[in-house]
């Protein structure tokens, strides 16, 4: 039993130092994703094996020591995506005219076919913005009905579980689909124009994850994401940043993100809002996100009912907001380690290019 319980100890030990090391494989990348599940098997095995510890053995009360300073890291790390946190965007009740808008984000699973609950949960949601992921030719054809009420269509519908679609109420300005690193991996980047004539910029994102059946390491899911954040720095235009980004929001990358950004996420201090895995309730974490800038406060966000994806979807409503700067503070700026991890990052996407 005791033997079990140290063998457990240096696993959950393991699992937290390893995504401490600064590298893209994606054995190395996983152990950024299990950080919750990790810290409540870590608390079990750290009570179970307090009560049975031999005071008079000196590694098992090193191992100990380390079991708890691991759980300590894991709830640090998770700690601002939860209640007890400090709210990085301010909520407001106000429904400001013309200058809202509401997306939801759904990836909706290439070989699902519960299309009609999928379509029963957009018009629950009413959403002014529809953002779909992974949807092949079949689910572009099966949707078609939204075009009646969501006017403004950026389609790219794709076998290869990276097709993405986006139904808008609100009209796209200068819409365009691009390939930032790969062919087959599509995103899109179009403004769109609020009521009022505002107009907001947004990117839609799908990286690749780092896992042994897709990439054998993060830099493409990285450097995309890097990327787009030092595109939108210090944009004159309010910008959202939405999809499916194949990161938890916890992970060094993602933090590096709103850096190198400046954009906020809605869900700190409210809670993890775990879109995947809708399959497997004890192995779920955040990997569907909205990131936007200081110009918007947040009105609602809320995790959709499942509808037969791995995913589920992601409701939030914004509110355009002249005085929101004032009210919330920025992402850190990135340090001198974040910026040779970045410039490390591109690097190696521009030795792919050229080989």
Not at 53 to 61: A, C, P, S
Request: aromatic residues 10%; glycine residues 4%; contains cysteine.
């Amino acid at each position: 039993m005791k033997m079990i319980l140290i063998i457990l100890a240096l696993v959950l030990i393991i699992a937290t130092l390893t995504p401490l090391i600064r590298r893209h494989e994606w054995w190395i990348r996983v152990f950024d994703f299990p950080r919750l599940q990790i810290l409540i098997m870590g608390l079990l095995v750290f009570a179970v094996f307090f009560f049975l510890w031999d005071k008079q053995n000196i590694f098992e009360g090193i191992t100990l020591v380390v079991l708890a300073a691991a759980l300590l890291f894991q709830g640090y790390k998770i700690l601002p995506h939860t209640f007890f946190a400090a709210k990085q965007v301010r909520g407001t009740s106000a429904d400001t005219p013309g200058n809202t808008i509401s997306l939801l984000i759904a990836n909706v699973l290439m070989g699902n076919r519960n299309v009609q609950r999928f379509l029963a949960i957009v018009r629950e949601a009413d959403a002014d913005v529809v953002l779909m992921l992974e949807p092949d030719q079949w689910w572009e054809e099966q949707v078609r009905e939204l075009e009646v009420k969501y006017a403004y269509t950026v389609k790219k519908p794709l076998d290869n579980r990276y097709g993405m679609l986006l139904y808008s109420k609100f009209e796209l300005v200068a819409p365009e689909i691009k390939f930032l690193l790969k062919e087959g991996i599509p995103s899109i980047h179009t403004e769109v124009k609020l009521p009022s004539g505002q107009l907001v910029r947004m990117h839609c994102l799908h990286p690749e994850p780092p896992s042994p059946t897709e990439a054998d390491t993060s830099v493409n899911r990285d450097a995309e994401l890097l990327i787009v954040g030092r595109e939108v720095k210090n944009s004159e235009q309010p910008v959202i940043v939405a999809g499916d980004l194949n990161d938890v929001a916890w992970s060094y990358t993602t933090t590096l993100f709103q850096k190198t950004s400046g954009l906020l996420d809605p869900r700190i201090g409210r809670g993890m809002f775990n879109s995947y895995n809708a399959k497997h309730p004890l192995m779920r974490w955040p990997l569907d996100h909205l990131f936007h800038s200081e110009d918007f406060l947040l009105v609602r966000i809320a995790r959709m009912p499942a509808f037969g994806s791995d995913h589920f979807p992601i409701y939030i409503k914004l509110s355009l907001n002249s005085n929101a700067e004032n009210l919330q503070e920025s992402p850190e700026e990135p340090d001198a380690e974040d910026k040779e991890f970045t410039a490390d990052t591109l690097q190696k996407v521009e030795q792919k290019e050229e080989i």
